[in-house]
């Protein structure tokens, strides 16, 4: 158990429609990060947020967006759904936000897998 | 940005054999070079790392070589156990950029 928590962990919904996707860090990490799994297209990463502020941006749609709350939970919200959007979407935290300094990992979720049909 | 490459997409080795996996990064600034372990239906699982100030690095079965000037790095596991089935994937970060870039992943398969 990694202990970010994501909720829920199954959904399926129809296109045209918005979904929440909420995730809950490790008790004392500071920086969520959400990545989108896909069998063509793998990891990506979609966004991250560093204390309730966005600190980076990757591939992510117009149509989705993410916010962290003052608690350090994090929503990641998908609107006009499409087929193209079934996937599986991890949240991930680490303490700090640059991955790249000694010390800070980033560990995952179990993933929230979402089917648009 | 970021290119990593991974090969090979899939691995089968016997039981009690080594495996290699190798992965290739484009942006000579990275500077953190982790590994993970994706089990079906479960989210990555770090299970070692490297960073750019250290060679090779060891944990029990496991080990990562980096070779800087090659821009290239490799998981190595001993003596491989059914349990070691999985996706393996390799990522970088660094260089300025805060969120990982993964590779396309590994299926490994320990043969009875």
């Known amino acids: 158990d990694s202990g970010v928590t994501q909720t829920p962990k199954h959904l399926i919904t129809a296109t045209g429609q918005r979904v929440t996707l909420r995730c809950s860090p490790r008790?004392?990490?500071?920086?969520v990060y959400w990545y989108q799994q896909s069998l063509d297209q793998g990891l990506q990463f979609l966004i991250q947020y560093y204390n309730g502020e966005e600190r980076a941006k990757g591939n992510i749609l117009e149509r989705f967006s993410a916010q962290q709350f003052p608690d350090l939970h994090s929503e990641l919200n998908l609107s006009s759904l499409e087929l193209g959007d079934s996937a599986l979407y991890f949240c991930?935290?680490?303490?700090?936000?640059?991955?790249?300094?000694?010390?800070?990992?980033?560990?995952f979720g179990e993933g929230s897998w979402l089917t648009v049909v | 940005g970021e290119n990593v490459e991974q090969h090979p997409s899939t691995l089968s080795v016997q039981e009690g054999d080594s495996a290699v996996i190798k992965c290739t990064y484009s942006?000579?600034?990275?500077?953190?070079f982790p590994w993970y372990k994706q089990e079906l239906g479960k989210g990555p699982q770090l299970i070692i790392d490297?960073?750019?100030?250290?060679g090779e690095k060891k944990d029990q079965r496991i080990a990562v070589t980096l070779n800087k000037t090659a821009k290239h790095f490799s998981l190595h596991i001993t003596e491989t156990q059914p349990e070691d089935s999985a996706v393996y994937f390799c990522?970088?970060?660094?260089?300025?950029?805060?969120?990982?870039?993964f590779g396309k992943g590994t299926h490994l398969i320990i043969q009875p």
């Open positions: 942006d000579s600034a990275s500077n953190y």
């Open positions: 991930a935290s680490s303490v700090a936000p640059a991955t790249g300094r000694n010390g800070n990992t980033i560990y």
């Open positions: 490297i960073r750019s100030n250290v």
């Open positions: 990522a970088v970060t660094g260089g300025g950029a805060d969120g990982l870039t």
């Open positions: 008790s004392g990490d500071l920086s």
